[in-house]
C-alpha cells in the first residue's frame, strides 16, 4: 500500500513517519490505548482498522518532540511508583518489550499525572530513545535516583533488575514518608484542637460573662481582673498580631529563600531538640538506602554521592555529602571520608568501613537503614505518647484557668448574698 502511494521507500522515508497516540475501541467494545507509528493520519487510521479497532482519538506526537510540552501537574505517590516498577519488572522479566510494557501499565493506571507520563515516555521509547532517556524529561516524578538506576540497568542489559531495585527503593521511601507524616500528624491535631477551643472561648463564652460582670457591678477578684485584661487586649490588638504573625512567617519564608537563610535554616533544623535528631535519622536511614540501592545498581560510587547530594534540601547536610564526595576523589575511602565532615552519625561511618572492608557493602547498608528505621519508629511512638499527656493537660489547664477566672465573681457574690 504504502509503495503504491509513496513509490519505494527511500532512505529519507524513516524519518518521516511519525507518532500518534491513539484511543480506540476493539469488536468487543473494550477500550483500547496505546501509540503506533504512521507516515500520515490517514494511515495511522488505516492501521487501526487493519487490526479491527474503531479510534475515538489519534493525536498526533511530531509537535512534542520539536517543543516539549509542559511537564504534567500533580503529584505522583511513591507507592504509585513503586506499583508501576513492580508491573514493569514483572513484565520485562516475563520476557515482554519495554514499549509493550509501557503501554500495558499506561492502560492500567488511572487517569492522572502518572497516565500522562506514561503515554509520552511510551511514544520517547517507541521512537528508539532509550527508557531513561524518556525518564529524563519528568525529573518532577523521575528523580536522577531513578534514571541513575535505570541507566545502569540499560547499560548492564539487566532492565528488570533495575526495576526491581527501582521498586524496592521507593517502597523504602513510601514507608519513611508515612512515617513522617504520622508523627506529624497528632501533634498538629491536638493543636488545631487548642486553637479552636481558645477561640470559641473568646468569642463566646467570655463575652457573655463580661455582660453579667458589668450587671453586677462591684470589685473583681484579682485572678478575674487579670483574666479580663489579656482578653481586651488581645480583642484591642487581634488586628495586629494576626498581621504581625504573618509578617513574620512570610520574612520566614522569604529568608530561607535566599542562600545565607536556607543555610541558617537548615542549621536551626538540625539543632531542634527532638525533631532535629528525627530529621538526622532519616537522613542516615534515606542515605543508606539510596546508596545501597544505586551501588547495586552499578553505579559508580563518585554518582552515587552526587545524586545522594541532592536527596536533602537541607544546606548542611548536602554540604557534607559534597565535602565527602571531594575526599574520595583525592583517594580517600568512603568510610574515612564520611567520618572527616563531621555529619554521618558514627554507626552509619563504622558499618561503612564494614562494608568496604568485607566486599558487601549495599548488604550492609540496608541493615543500617533498617536500624535507622525502626529508631525513627521508636522516635515516633515515643513522641506520640508523650505528646498525647502533655496535649490533654494542655487542654485541661486551658479550660480550667477560663472556668476559674469567669465563676470566681459568681462564687463571691453568692457568698455576699448569704
Not at 463564652?205 to 477578684?221: H, M, S
Request: charged share 15%; aromatic share 6%; hydrophobic share 45%.
Amino acid at each position: 500500500m504504502w509503495a503504491s502511494t509513496y513509490g519505494r521507500p527511500s532512505g529519507g522515508w524513516q524519518q518521516r513517519m511519525g507518532s500518534y497516540v491513539y484511543r480506540a475501541r476493539d469488536a468487543g467494545g473494550s477500550q483500547r490505548e496505546g501509540v503506533l507509528r504512521a507516515a500520515t493520519l490517514n494511515e495511522a487510521i488505516e492501521a487501526l482498522h487493519q487490526r479491527e479497532l474503531t479510534p475515538t482519538l489519534i493525536e498526533a506526537t511530531s509537535a512534542q518532540r520539536k517543543g516539549r510540552r509542559p511537564a504534567p501537574r500533580g503529584r505522583v505517590k511513591s507507592a504509585e511508583l513503586a506499583a508501576l516498577c513492580w508491573q514493569l519488572c514483572t513484565l520485562v522479566e516475563g520476557g515482554i518489550p519495554i514499549t509493550t510494557g509501557l503501554e500495558i501499565a499506561a492502560a492500567d493506571t488511572a487517569k492522572g499525572p502518572l497516565k500522562s507520563v506514561l503515554h509520552r515516555t511510551l511514544v520517547n521509547v517507541s521512537e528508539g530513545r532509550p527508557l531513561s532517556e524518556g525518564l529524563k524529561e519528568f525529573p518532577q516524578i523521575f528523580t536522577r535516583i531513578a534514571v541513575a538506576i535505570v541507566v545502569a540497568g540499560e547499560t548492564s542489559g539487566n532492565l528488570g533488575h533495575a526495576l526491581h531495585t527501582l521498586a524496592e527503593h521507593y517502597e523504602s521511601k513510601d514507608r519513611l514518608s508515612k512515617k513522617m507524616q504520622s508523627a506529624l500528624a497528632y501533634p498538629v491535631f491536638v493543636l488545631a484542637l487548642i486553637t479552636t477551643i481558645i477561640v470559641a472561648i473568646m468569642v463566646f463564652v467570655v463575652p457573655r460573662f463580661r455582660t453579667i460582670f458589668d450587671q453586677l457591678g462591684g470589685k473583681l477578684p484579682a485572678f478575674t481582673l487579670a483574666f479580663m485584661r489579656i482578653y481586651g487586649m488581645l480583642c484591642h490588638n487581634a488586628v495586629p498580631l494576626i498581621v504581625g504573625a504573618a509578617v513574620f512567617l512570610g520574612g520566614g519564608v522569604l529568608l530561607s529563600r535566599t542562600r545565607a537563610g536556607h543555610t541558617m535554616m537548615s542549621r536551626i533544623v538540625l539543632k531542634l531538640p527532638l525533631l532535629g535528631r528525627l530529621f538526622s535519622e532519616v537522613f542516615a536511614a534515606t542515605f543508606c538506602t539510596t546508596t545501597a540501592t544505586l551501588l547495586e545498581a552499578g553505579v559508580p560510587v563518585l554518582d552515587v554521592f552526587e545524586i545522594a547530594r541532592g536527596m536533602t534540601g537541607n544546606d548542611v547536610l548536602s554540604s557534607a555529602v559534597a565535602a565527602a564526595k571531594q575526599r574520595i576523589m583525592e583517594g580517600a575511602s568512603m568510610a574515612a571520608s564520611m567520618s572527616a565532615v563531621g555529619i554521618f552519625p558514627n554507626m552509619v561511618v563504622k558499618m561503612t568501613q564494614v562494608g568496604e572492608e568485607s566486599g558487601l557493602l549495599p548488604v550492609v547498608l540496608r541493615k543500617t537503614s533498617d536500624h535507622y528505621e525502626r529508631r525513627i519508629t521508636a522516635t515516633i511512638d515515643t513522641a506520640t505518647n508523650l505528646l498525647g499527656p502533655l496535649m490533654i493537660v494542655a487542654i485541661g489547664a486551658v479550660v480550667l484557668v477560663t472556668v476559674i477566672a469567669l465563676y470566681l465573681p459568681i462564687f463571691a457574690v453568692s457568698d455576699t448574698a448569704r
